[in-house]
């Protein structure tokens, strides 16, 4: 999945965090955003793979792209949307 | 915002859709004071505690509460009573009682009707249980606060809890103690009705249930009384209104096969005087009484054929309670 050429409005680096707290830092990290905001989680490993995204989708939020990195990290985009919390 | 311990805390219920770093905040933004004894109240306390939320309790017995500290830096600004039945709290909480066997709660918001939760609690003695039952019925309780403190749920709700432990919910009776919503598209509609009858009164039917709110426009049948019988009906169209039998007997047996109920008659005072006259008083309860309980009235009154105002007037306490009725902004 390319990513679409976009500027997130805010970053986060859950690469050192294990599950449940990967997702926990994404949540919070998106309700902070405003309404349509974008969000750059860099991640790390199948099971944060498998679920931020799936998560991010669940609480209504729009998957924009993830694309894999050199350092064998992923880049995933989220857009807050109104009816996720 | 969270600080890093609270975000490690509550990490867990954090993931919960409803709540996240806002809930969790206005869930440490509340008070609970718990005016209740027991298994009942030790389970809710630590519930509540755990979940990030201050505890005040009646009795100072120490208990599984007593060990977390709050996480909160600023007072929480909101309270919320837990109470047994038959008491009820003041603004916003709990009560918890007991009916046929079963417990029941009923949640209220600041906003909802304690005249409408009065009637609910009025059959309820207090709580009896103890142990596991006990426990059980607290953990449905602080569940019912943390639902409060989170502004979920409609503002009076009620959840029964069988001899058995089987859950379910209690619907709130239908409020006749204040005017119903009525949305501004509805407002807007009736407004047009009753100025298209200008110069006379003007007079319409809401009618609806909880999802929404239906406008029937009615005739003024008084023309047709006054034409027919000027003795017996001195009034013209211009001062007074009356509802066709026949027109209502059919609203009525539309609004039942809808499942809906009449909320309000509205109409209209062509050149003021604003609000619920004594005539309007009359006709509404001609002995003093409610003529249809539970139905409110709605006066617009007109000046130079534009609505200048409209007032409700809901029967509670034994009389008539007027209030203001906003008029939605003109559209030209």
Known sequence: MRSPRVTPDARIDITAEVCPMTFVRTKIALERLPVGGVLEVRLKGDEPLRNVPESARDLGHTVLGLDRLEDGTWRLLLRREAAGC | ?332
């Not at chain 2, 008070?31 to 979940?51: E, I």
């Not at chain 2, 103890?130 to 059980?136: C, E, K, M, S």
């Not at chain 2, 034409?227 to 007997?249: G, K, Q, V, Y």
């Open chain 2, 1 to 332: 915002m969270l600080t890093e311990p609270q975000i490690q805390r509550y990490a867990r219920q954090l993931l919960l859709r409803d709540l996240g770093e806002k809930g969790q905040e206005s869930l440490g933004a509340v008070r609970v004071h718990l005016a209740l004894g027991g298994s009942l109240a030790g389970a809710a306390a630590a519930y509540l505690r755990a979940g990030g939320t201050e505890v005040e309790r009646a009795s100072t017995s120490p208990g599984p509460w007593a060990s977390t500290p709050p996480l909160v830096g600023s007072p929480p600004a909101r309270r919320l009573d837990v109470l047994a039945a038959p008491a009820a709290p003041g603004r916003s909480g709990v009560v918890v009682g007991a009916a046929a066997g079963a417990h029941v709660l009923w949640s209220i918001a600041e906003e909802g009707c304690h005249a409408c939760l009065d009637l609910a609690r009025r059959d309820l003695a207090p709580p009896e249980v103890r142990g596991p039952a006990g426990i059980q019925l607290g953990t449905l309780l602080a569940f019912l606060v943390q639902r409060r403190a989170l502004g979920l749920g409609s503002p009076l709700e009620g959840i029964q809890m069988s001899r058995e432990g089987v859950l379910s919910t209690v619907s709130a009776p239908d409020c006749i103690h204040r005017p119903p919503a009525v949305p501004g598209s509805v407002l807007a509609a009736l407004l047009h009705h009753l100025a298209a009858a200008l110069p006379d009164e003007g007079c319409a039917v809401l009618v609806g249930r909880e999802d929404g709110v239906r406008l029937v426009p009615m005739e003024n049948a008084q023309a047709a009384h006054h034409a027919r019988d000027p003795e017996a009906f001195p009034r013209t169209a211009r001062t007074a209104f009356s509802l066709d039998p026949r027109a209502w007997l059919t609203v009525l047996r539309e609004a039942d096969q809808a499942g809906e109920r009449v909320l309000a008659i509205a109409h209209s005072h062509p050149e003021g005087p604003p609000g619920f006259s004594d005539e309007d008083r009359r006709w509404a309860a001609p002995d003093g009484q409610p003529l249809l309980p539970g139905v409110a009235h709605l006066v617009v009154a007109f000046e130079g054929g534009r609505p200048r105002s409209a007032r409700w007037a809901v029967w509670a306490e034994g009389d008539f309670r007027e209030s203001d009725c906003p008029l939605p902004a003109e559209h030209e």
